[in-house]
Each structure stands twice: as C-alpha cells, then as structure tokens.
C-alpha cells in the first residue's frame, strides 16, 4: 500500500462516520422539499389575496415549486439518502404545492370575479367551479397515493402512469402567468373549470407520459445540446408567458395524442394477426 492510499483511507474512514456529515446529506434533499411546501403555501395566500399581480406570484410560486420538487429527488438519489421518510414527507409538500394551491388559484382565478355579476347563472358556474377544482385536488391525491405504491410504469423510469401532478399544476400555473388578470366572461369561465376537470382525468388515468429520468443530466453532453438548453432557458426567461404555456400544454397534449396512437396501432396489429 503506498503513502497516498494510506493518507487517503483513514480520511475516507472519518467522512463515513461522521454523525454530523451524514445529518446534513440526509438534511439536503428534505431542504429542497421544505422549498417545495413552502412555495405551495405562498401560492395559497397570494391566490387568496385576489390582484392580478398576487396571482401572477402565485403562478410563478408553484413554478419554482416544480423545480424543487424535480432536485430534492435527484438530489437524494446523487447522495445516496433515500428514504421512506423522505418519500412521504415528498408527497405531503406535493399534495400542497400541485394540489390545494392549483386548486385554490384555479377557483379565485377563474370563477370568483364572476361573484359580482350576482345571475343564477353564475351562482351555478361558481358551485360547478368549486366541485370541479375540489376534483382536480381530489385526484392529485389519489395520483401520489398511487404512485408511492406502484411506482412508475412497468419497464423502468422512462414514463409515468397518468400524468404527473407538478405538469397538470403547471398547467394552471402558466395559463394564469400567461393571462395575468382574472376571468370576468362566464363562457371562459366553464372552459377553465372543465380544463380542471380535464386534469384532474389525466393524472388519474393510465396514460403514459415520458419522465425525463433517462436523460443522462450528470454525464458529458454534446456542443449543441449545452446550446439548446441555453437557448431554452433564454426563450422562458424572456418571453415566459408564452414559453411556459407552450410548454406544459404540449406536454399534456402529448401524452394524450401517444396514448390515441398507440390505441389504434395496437388496434391494427390485432386485425392483422
């Protein structure tokens, strides 16, 4: 054994056992999920506050949850800290952040300017509006309780069953960025609560959606995919409202438009058999 290797073990020996070393790893990911939660409850109090602008930080609230919610499983997974005290206290936040206060910011966005009209008409849109948004919270829940149990689709990380609550909150979350001020037409009003509805569908069905969990982040790119991430992350920082709108519907939309794809090809292949 030469003189490095034997400076080089016993350090390696101490990192190991340090109670304290291994209290802050662990402590990491949960930080990234404190983040997440807490970005869920602002979301909650500025959609309650009502200004247009209070909405727009609500949106871009839940965005930011989206992206800790991406990095405090990754982040446990690079440090080796998984737990199942991690993954509970991850559905918890999630429950939060891409359910109540979608939920919450879809209701006060969509239907509570319609208050003021004071029609039968609206009253019915405003308790259509509530039970639908009630739905979307629903079925966010039942969307992480299934997960936690089945986990991803069967043959590996590639896709999702149902689609993923942070993109069916993102959703949301870009349109009303997008939009800014709240809806005051009833007509748009019925189309917002049947989106939510629509969501709500999508995270509890079988649809596959890609997870993005294969690509490779931590090994060497190539030139040009380091230039298009920049180029996206140029197009989001300054044309955002529209970038973000773009994106998540595309993203919804695609995991439907696969599903019909792969419905009538395996349709054709059993006729030919």
């Excluded at 629903?138 to 609550?165: D, E, H, Y």
């Excluded at 690509?215 to 920082?237: D, E, H, M, N, Y």
Aim: net charge positive.
């Amino acid at each position: 054994m030469g003189p490095i290797e034997q400076h080089e073990m016993p350090f390696a020996g101490r990192r190991i056992r340090n109670p304290r070393l291994r209290r802050g790893i662990f402590l990491l990911p949960s930080l990234f999920t404190g983040a997440n939660l807490l970005c869920g409850y602002y979301a909650v109090v500025a959609s309650l506050a009502g200004g247009w602008e209070d909405f727009d930080h609500a949106a871009k609230a839940i965005g930011l949850a989206i992206l800790f919610d991406s990095l405090d499983g990754r982040v446990a997974r690079m440090t080796g800290t998984n737990t199942e005290f991690g993954m509970q206290f991850d559905s918890l936040a999630d429950v939060v952040s891409f359910g109540i206060a979608p939920a919450v910011m879809a209701y006060a966005w969509g239907v509570r300017s319609l208050a003021d009209q004071g029609s039968q008409r609206v009253e019915l849109i405003s308790q259509l509006g509530w039970f639908f948004c009630l739905a979307f919270l629903i079925c966010c829940a039942w969307r992480l309780a299934r997960f936690n149990v089945q986990g991803m689709a069967p043959g590996g990380s590639k896709n999702f069953v149902g689609m993923p609550t942070p993109a069916a909150a993102g959703v949301i979350a870009s349109l009303v960025h997008g939009f800014k001020f709240p809806l005051q037409d009833w007509h748009w009003s019925v189309a917002w609560i049947a989106l939510a509805g629509a969501l709500g569908a999508l995270m509890t069905s079988t649809i596959r959606y890609y997870s993005f969990k294969d690509i490779p982040w931590t090994r060497k790119q190539p030139s040009l995919a380091i230039v298009v991430v920049c180029l996206l992350v140029g197009v989001i920082w300054r044309f955002s409202e529209y970038a973000l709108v773009i994106f998540a519907c595309t993203y919804a939309a695609a995991g439907v438009a696969l599903h019909i794809v792969r419905f009538f090809r395996h349709r054709l292949v059993s006729r030919t058999v």
